[in-house]
């Protein structure tokens, strides 16, 4: 995790360096503003045990279960970056959302009738990429990847981080030419996430989308 | 006190006075009423707490058995961090184990007339300041008792029990965290349970040796440091029930990353409940009323304890941070007809 942190700490101090030493000439840094998409993932499946009295069976008691998911959720996405090529592009971004934590809760041993019990997750994505243009047209499809950090903050909770690597593409489409023109920018990624706000151990995937509107200058 | 079914008999002597309150952190405590009036948990000031077994054998078990088993207790306790539990034998006494003598014994004793009490834990305490002076506990000799590593059919386990019983002699009061059933021929049978401190013992023949989460959020609230409270937190609100509060309702505190289990109680009219000592992370809550076989095990019977609602889930998780309380919940529970 450290090392995936330390990549992504990278390619941002590469990007102020680019951005820095870019030649006065050069019509190539970019901002943009995205509407984002995040689709949800499960985050664990977990029962309420107790110690069974060994004269009533061998399995533990099962007291309630809970299966949790994290709810897909719409965020915004901004970025900032510099072509260093005609085709490479690299870029830091920043995403917001709010998704829902929510936990189905089931199977009550004293028939508690099922609930779901919910929480607003605050998800703050700090990361950096590169993108990687196939053509220099109207419309011009690309390939991206990155990495980053995720900072998820439960409501009421404490900061809890978590490494993404995302890799996708999308498609550009300039709206305007001439000095600071202004394009479209679709892109739909997959992305690598490890255990952020979730209740289980494991990995997860999950899809993402987004939106936007680029102006370079 | 561990008992074959919820059978609550508060066996005391001398001051002790038996209670049960909650402290800031609210796990269910023994407490006292001291002279100015207030309840305050009892517990000890100075460690170790030096013990003397009785230099009695029982069929199969030795005094010396006796007290290899109890010296395991002691040190399943001692086993939770930061807390400075410790003890020390002293040597074997002829001094019964329910005597108020200033020392503290354990052992068996004959209580045929309690056919349903494993065993009990009695103190003596300073009613200034709630300081346990000295505390005995009794193994009920009508009973068969087994030290065997893997327990004994027929027998009840003396660690088990033990365990159970030092947990009181430390300042704890009753869990409610354990399922039970009705028995054909009377009685109540524990199925489940994830606190030692379950006041109905597994069948006999089983061992349950082992604290759980619950157990050490309750002795934590005792004894924690600063410190543990500075890492710890809690959650406070109310039970409902069409408005008013619910008192005697156990509230369950679930972490589904740990997987670990501590209860708290309302234990006032406006239904007010807390649940403490517990790890940052999210939680899941559930209400529910008390054992209907007898609530008097968990809570003084004067008080008025409402068993009329149906067990419910709070529609929210809940964040507890280190240090901080999740307060202003309500937790709503209807009738169960």
Known sequence: MSVRCCAASAGLVLLIALIASRPASAQAIEVGVALAFTGGYGAGSVAANETRN???????????????????????????????????FVFGDFQYSRP????????????????????????????????????????????????????EVPEGGEVLTSVDVHAGGGVRRALTHGRHPLGLRGEVLATFRSRGVGFDSSHHVLPSVSAGITWRF | MKTLRAAFAVVAFGVAVLALTRGVDAYLKIGTRVSNGSLVTIRWSTFPIRYFVTNRDMPGVSAPQLQQAVDRAFHTWQAVPNLGLASQFVGFTGVAPSGGDGMNV???????????????????????????????????SAFPWSVADAGEAGKQDVESIVVHELGHMHGLGHSALGETELLAGGGRRVIGEASIMFPIAFTAGSVNRALHPDDV????????????????GSITGHVTKNGSGVLGAHVVAFNPATGAMIGGFSLSDDGSFAVGALDPGTYVLRAE????????????TSLNIDLNFQPAFFDRLVTVTRGGTASGIELKVVPKS
């Open chain 2, 106 to 140: 354990i052992g068996f004793e004959d209580h045929p007339e309690l056919d349903r009490v494993l065993a009990a834990t009695s103190f003596t305490l300073d009613t200034v300041s709630g300081e346990i002076l000295n505390s005995d506990i009794f193994l009920n």
């Open chain 2, 217 to 232: 959020a309750g002795i934590s609230d005792i004894y924690a440091s600063s410190a543990f409270r500075a890492a710890t």
């Open chain 1, 54 to 88: 060994p004269s009533t069976g061998s399995t533990p008691l099962t007291l309630f279960q809970t299966d949790s998911r994290v709810l897909s959720a719409p965020g915004v996405n901004v970025h900032a970056g510099m072509s260093v090529t005609r085709r490479l």
């Open chain 1, 100 to 151: 829902r934590l929510r936990t189905h809760l089931s199977a009550d041993f004293e028939g508690a009738p099922d609930t779901n019990a919910d929480t607003t997750v605050s998800s703050y994505l700090f990361g950096a990429g590169v993108e990687y243009r196939f053509t220099a047209g109207t419309w011009v499809p690309f390939v991206s990847g990155g990495a980053g950090q995720v900072r």
């Open chain 2, 289 to 300: 009323p008390l054992d209907d076989g007898d609530p008097g095990a968990f809570l003084s």
